[in-house]
C-alpha cells in the first residue's frame, strides 16, 4: 500500500473554505485501488494554516491511473470565481507525471505568485510514501496472565 499526502499551507482564517471541498466523497472515493483519505487540519502559526489531504491506495499503480484520469483533472481544475484550489494551481494536471515509481519524495506545487497572493493558498506539496507497517486494534497481540 501507498499513502499519498497533500500538505497545503493556507493563509490564517480561509481553511474552513478549502476544507468544506473535501467533507463531501468524490470521484476518487469510488476509483479502483482506493483505501481512505484523511484529512487533518492544524493552526501552525497566526499567519498559516495546514491541511494535509491523506490518500490511501492498494498500490501507486491505482494512485498513478487516477491522477492521470478525466476525473482527477475535472476534481483538479479552478471553478469559475473560486478564490484558490485546494491545491493551490489554476487548471488542474495528473499528480502521476511528477512521481517516480515506489519513492518517498515531494513535489511542490503552486500558483503564479501575483494569483497564490490574491487566494488562500500559499502553496502545497505532494509526497508519496510506501506503507512499511500499519498496526491495527484487530492485531494486537493478546496478553497473557490477564487477570
Known sequence: MIVVENRIEVRAGFAEAVLERF???KSVHTFPGFVRMD???AV???ETE???????W???EDFQAWAN????RHAHTRREGAQGSPHGQGQGHGHGQAHGQGQAHGQGHGQPAAEAAAGPIVGNKVTIYQVVVSHLPESAP???GAN
Not at 495546514?50 to 490511501?56: P, S
Not at 484520469?69 to 482527477?72: A, E, G, Q
Open 23 to 25: 467533507k463531501t466523497p
Open 69 to 72: 484520469s478525466d476525473s482527477f
Open 50 to 56: 495546514e491541511i494535509r489531504v491523506c490518500t490511501t
Open 142 to 144: 493478546v496478553e497473557s
Open 58 to 60: 492498494e498500490k501507486e
Open 39 to 41: 484529512v487533518l487540519h
Open 44 to 46: 501552525v502559526s497566526e
